[in-house]
């Protein structure tokens, strides 16, 4: 092994099982010559698959299995990088997730205090963008869903973080202001400063909508949506969903609906998010609600899944030796 190379070991959040969750030291793998080892500052906790995971609702998924390390929305700097890594220690970077704990499975594997991972899966980011790293895996999945900016996004489901920054990247389109459906009255403020609409559906009398982008993750959503679509409209499944999503066919044979489902965001999505974060169009701010010590992951996990004032925890790993 290269005597240069850092300690190989971290303190990683482990879901033993549903419901069940540690903080363990665990050996990494050795870095190969195209790998960096990173130091993480912060990760967040997602809401959609993450919960799945924490509460044994996944489905059947590539890398499922217990016990694993779950994460792919981290933020730390390189503190090795291999001779053909092409980054440079010191470099703060974006981590969507590792897979270099042995035994333990990675899914998504970034909620560790040090990881191992491939160079070209990471991204540089500014210093300047500190905690609201974090944020950059849902601004790119909400980015995927839509393809960016678009003045045909009119109606978003669900006031989440993912929510917001659909809303806040569709609002980009020249002359667009989408509609959001929100049913908690809790998480209806949060838009001010940005050109959307937050409302319950009763509150919204409209039946002629053009594209509807669900990130619910409600498997029983799609009839109400269908009822308000134009003829020839498109609902977009954005959200995970781990129940089995149906409709009923005559209502969406009468609009000649088309849906579409979005996956998870790629490269390409990450750098025009990161475009728009450096020329000031597409703002973070007011999305990380909640912050815990690393050494409190349980607890902070718990208030994620359960706390609906909580938009986005994240975790502080800064002071993990």
């Excluded at 393809?147 to 993912?162: D, F, K, Q």
């Excluded at 998480?187 to 409302?199: N, P």
């Excluded at 409709?247 to 965001?265: K, L, N, Q, S, W």
Aim: aromatic share 8%.
């Amino acid at each position: 092994m290269n005597p240069d190379t850092p300690k190989l070991e971290a303190l990683a959040v482990v879901l033993e099982e549903p419901e069940r969750l540690s903080l363990q030291r665990l050996a990494l793998t050795p870095p190969g010559d195209a790998d960096v080892v990173v130091d993480i500052e912060w990760s967040g906790i997602s809401t959609g698959t993450e919960r799945l995971l924490w509460s044994g609702r996944m489905p059947p998924f590539p890398g499922m299995g217990y016990p694993l390390v779950p994460g792919y929305e981290s933020v730390g700097h390189v503190i090795y990088a291999g001779p053909q890594a092409g980054l440079a220690v010191g470099q703060r970077v974006f981590v969507p997730g590792a897979l270099c704990y042995g035994e333990v499975r990675g899914l998504f594997g970034g909620a560790a205090s040090r990881v191992v991972v491939p160079a070209a899966r990471l991204m540089p980011v500014e210093d300047s963008l500190g905690e609201q790293g974090v944020l950059l895996a849902l601004a790119a999945t909400a980015y995927h869903a839509i393809a960016g900016p678009s003045p045909h996004v009119e109606l978003i489901v669900g006031h989440g973080v993912l929510g917001r920054l659909l809303a806040r990247i569709a609002a980009l389109g020249e002359g667009t202001r989408p509609v959001v459906w929100e049913t908690n009255p809790v998480r209806h403020a949060g838009a001010e400063g940005y050109d959307y609409d937050v409302m319950t559906p009763d509150e919204d009398p409209r039946r002629d909508y053009r594209t509807i982008c669900d990130m619910s993750g409600d498997a029983k959503i799609l009839d109400s949506l269908v009822a308000r679509m134009a003829r020839g409209g498109e609902i977009v499944l954005a959200g995970f969903y781990h129940e089995p999503v149906s409709f009923t066919f005559p209502p969406a044979f009468m609009r000649e609906a088309r849906f579409r489902i979005a996956a998870e965001f790629q490269p390409s999505d990450l750098a025009a998010v990161r475009s728009l974060l450096e020329s000031g169009r597409l703002s973070l701010d007011g999305l990380i609600t909640h912050r815990v010590p690393a050494a409190e992951a349980d607890s902070a996990y718990r208030t994620a899944f359960g706390d609906p004032t909580c938009l986005k925890m994240i975790l502080d790993w800064r002071s993990i030796a």
